[in-house]
């Protein structure tokens, strides 16, 4: 992985954010490049959390691109970004994007510094959630544990309905 | 000239042969006439006598005849005494006998009579008794009948109420297993519906930590 993937990544949680970041900071650099005068991200039409996270993104590694590597060194970004294997999670609820940051370290501290999720949502889940890694898949939802103990619960309504 | 001669001859002959035959027809019949005469006289000889003997004959038989009758009148009237006597006995005795069968006869339809009523008595009896087994037949069989129709009736509800609660059973069945399908779909929506309003979001988010415990312990991610 690139410094400067990793760096995005340092502080992005999410697939969507890492994308959307990837795509302001190549806006930001290609109107910092391109036009005549400074650019402030606040100029541009990018989001309020990500102008923070520009303003606090590692400026020598920002300086490391010019016009004649710009393009280069994104497309590889962006070809990077595309391999990445995000682990997908679906959730029951919609969470906050606080939360959404607060799962995105507790996941990278349980599994891996750099690992991205996507966070999907499924009301049908009831609880808990589904997580999909690289093609796998795994059940920690309710509905899941509802679906697997089926047979137990129609017995304990069977004996409700008897007593 | 020999066939000339020849048939001069044979004139001649003719001649003379009718000329002897001719004197021969007058000699016979001058001998006959002779012998007609003789016959003639024979016969009425012969007749007068017939008649004479013949008359004598006839006053024998009408003295005979007299005679007879006389004695046959007299046999007669004994033959109709006779008779008379014969015929009353034999009246009597055929009136005798005319009873004699009347009265048999008289007792052979009595006795008639008795064995026909005695007859007709034992053949009302044998007729009676045979009704009476006919009715007792009848009444057996159709008692075996209704008895046999009862059974099949019974068993033919049995199977029809076998076959109703067979499917009643399979209805049921069919129910539980739907309603057990659905139960659990059910629990799911009430469960979704409750703790949607029930869980807080630091409930929700424990549970999500819990899974991803679960996840690191479970090796889901190498």
New interface residues.
Partial sequence: MSPILTSIIKDTYTISSLNRRVRALKHFLSQSLFKKGEVSPDELFIEDEDIKWLENFDQKLLSTFNANNFYAEFQKIEEEVKKVTPLIIYLPIEFPDAEVIKLGQKVRSLFSPNLIIDIKYDPTLIAGCNLVYNGSSKDYSLKKAITDNQKRIIEEFGKIGKA | MLPGILLASTLILLVLFLLERRKNQQLIKKQQGEVIEKAQEKSYELLHQAIAHSQNVYSEIEKEEGEILQKSLQDSTALQQEFENKFNNELVSFKNSIDASQVEYQKYLEDLKRRTEEAQIRNQDFIRAQIDQVFENFEQKLSDFLLETEQRSVTSIDLELKAARQLIETYKTQQLKLI?EN??AM??KT??LV??KK?T?K???D??????????V?K??V
Avoid: R, W
């Fill in positions: 057990d139960i659990v629990l799911e469960l979704s703790l949607s869980l979001l409930d929700n988010v549970l999500i930590y819990e899974a991803l415990e679960k996840a690191k479970e889901f991610i």
